[in-house]
């Protein structure tokens, strides 16, 4: 079946049906040899073909293919996409100068295997995350000094780049990225992979990718161009048009199809967010408003009520004291969340949070679920003796400081606050 696919790309006339035919024929490259969820070897698919038209687009998503552990496939789709990517340069353990020179030079599909390197604090692997950071986008440059003279010089750092790691990316780099999980296989009949017979195959394939790409480089142009992809975020968006270009021009009958994974993949993309301690706290707090069912908490309570909280990181805060009203107050302070005077039933005036205060940050960065809106505050707070007059319906805070670029270290990050 392989075979007629390839055939059919390479003798049949210029048009849908021998677009559809390459397309059918990538995915078949890739899904013999991998056992893959349902839609991605179409997202690999068209990515292998989008390389060739990288310089096209103003921005090129990485491929993040990840796995829980080893022996997963990782290194078996990097050697697939190997065989019929564009320029590949396949790597493990890249130098910083390696790197953008090679990007530089040859502008190469990049795949980098063993890639938890770059998880690492040192100087190689947080100058490798500032180039992977800018270069997705066309234009972007690293400066450097070389020669006798130390003279500057500007290095390109745009091509297609594709991730291969056990674990996780740091965030940035996740953000820039097309999340491809990998899992062991179980029971799903794959063919045994012989590099020898799989170049050669794929040799074929590739002369016919070549000349696709050649043929409808305007047409992928045009609708990059016109088009948006109103159904997703704004980045998340940027990283797929290219791919979506590629597919309404190659096989736009495919085109809910992918529209689906995409959807699919950004939504786990966005779950993973709240790892990051800013967001994990605002769903938190929001939890625990519910859970009391109120419309104000005491500084107190609300820290005491998430350090209660299952599976949370909070009662490991300051070296394992737990979290506190003045961790709790710092954390939130980029939100523009602040403690105030409030005022309760009993009477009491303490130090406490109001469900309005956080409205705006819970509409703003957890827009996935509604926020009740029963709890409409009565009691009154004013502003005098420090007390900060506002009925409960006015929002507390303006949600104008990026709350999500925290990503303190729940460790001994607090013991300050002791």
Known sequence: ????????????????QVSECLVEALEGHY??????????ALVLALWSLATYLFEVFDAFPYLAVTSPTKRCGKTRLAELAELVCYKPLRTVGISVAALFRSIEEEKPTLLIDEGEFLRGRDERSTALREILNAGNRKGAFVIRCEGAHNE???????????LILIGGLPDTVADRCIPIRMYRRTTEPLERFRFRAAQAEANQLREAVVRWAQAHRGEVDSYYAGHDLEFLTDREAELWLPLFAVCAVAAPNRRAELEAVARELADSKAADEPTDLGIRLLADARNVFEQRQTDRLASAMLADDLNALPESPWPGWSCGSGMDQ???????????????????????????????????????YLPSTALSSRYSATEGINTRGNEVSASATEAGCSGTQNGASLNVDAGCSAVADK
């Not at 500057?152 to 745009?158: A, G, I, P, S």
């Open 152 to 162: 500057r010089r500007k290095f390109q750092t745009y091509s297609p780049k594709m």
């Open 326 to 364: 003045r961790a709790l107050s710092r954390l939130l302070k980029p939100f523009d969340i602040q403690p105030q005077n409030v005022r309760f039933n009993s009477g009491t005036v303490a130090k406490g949070y109001t469900r309005d205060s956080f409205s705006d940050a819970w509409a703003r």
């Open 31 to 40: 899904k013999r040899h991998l056992a893959l969820r349902p839609g991605i």
């Open 1 to 16: 079946m392989r075979a007629q696919h390839i055939n059919r790309a390479r003798s049949a006339p210029r048009g849908a």
